[in-house]
T-cell receptor
Framework: AQRVTQPEKLLSVFKGAPVELKCNYS??????LFWYVQYSRQRLQLLLR??SRESIKGFTADLNKGETSFHLKKPFAQEEDSAMYYC??????????FGKGTKLSVKP | DTGVSQNPRHKITKRGQNVTFRCDPI?????LYWYRQTLGQGPEFLTY????????KSRLLSDRFSAERPKGSFSTLEIQRTEQGDSAMYLC?????????????FGPGTRLTVT
């Protein structure tokens, strides 16, 4: 079965602290993984994709096939990072399979 | 182009009524997806179109749900005989497969409340 698990509903950190949002997936084959972000009152938008191996807004994510994980990391959280983060897996029809999301709250 | 648009943004209806939502994708995007999101959950895939062809229907939640994309441009999602359990956010997304990137761009959603 194709599934994405985000174990934390809420993650609260102080500004300047490191952040790691966890994502595990279940997929037979070569997965394509994404992180989407939704800021308050805004639409869902792509943050980064694993195939690009890029860093966006200081965030990185590495695909670990052995652990079937795609955790999102940032060394120093900023208040503007507060948002809802969704890990997603590309399904066989190009659709996205989302996790339940993690709400990140960065306190001043 | 201002991105994917959805109308209406909010819809309140009484149980048993029919509702229709519209999605206007980014122009020239050939794929269009519909998702449903309920409280505390991530978006759930419902159906998608490649141009005007609906290539997946089995994920639609019941036969009360139907979708069209008549000219390969805008799409409509209809729910007949609404039930309280249909209350959710309905999201539309579009992508351009010929770019090879497959990034999906989401609309703001239509929030449906069934009373």
């Amino acid at each position: 079965a194709q599934r994405v698990t985000q174990p934390e509903k809420l993650l609260s950190v102080f500004k300047g602290a490191p952040v790691e949002l966890k994502c595990n997936y279940s997929y037979s084959g070569s997965p394509e993984l994404f992180w989407y972000v939704q800021y308050s009152r805004q639409r869902l938008q792509l943050l980064l994709r694993h195939i690009s191996r890029e860093s966006i807004k200081g965030f990185t994510a590495d695909l670990n096939k052995g652990e079937t994980s795609f955790h999102l990391k940032k060394p120093f959280a900023q208040e503007e990072d507060s948002a809802m983060y969704y890990c997603a897996l590309r399904g066989s029809q190009g659709n996205l399979i989302f996790g339940k999301g993690t709400k990140l709250s960065v306190k001043p | 182009d201002t991105g994917v648009s959805q109308n209406p943004r909010h819809k309140i209806t009484k149980r048993g009524q029919n509702v229709t939502f519209r999605c206007d994708p980014i122009s020239e995007h050939n794929r269009l997806y519909w998702y449903r999101q309920t409280l505390g959950q991530g978006p759930e895939f419902l159906t998608y179109f490649q141009n005007e062809a609906q290539l997946e229907k089995s994920r639609l939640l019941s036969d009360r749900f139907s979708a069209e994309r008549p000219k390969g441009s805008f799409s409509t999602l209809e729910i007949q005989r609404t039930e309280q359990g249909d209350s959710a956010m309905y999201l539309c997304a579009s992508s351009l497969t010929t770019s090879g990137i497959y990034e999906q761009y989401f609309g703001p959603g239509t929030r449906l409340t069934v009373t």
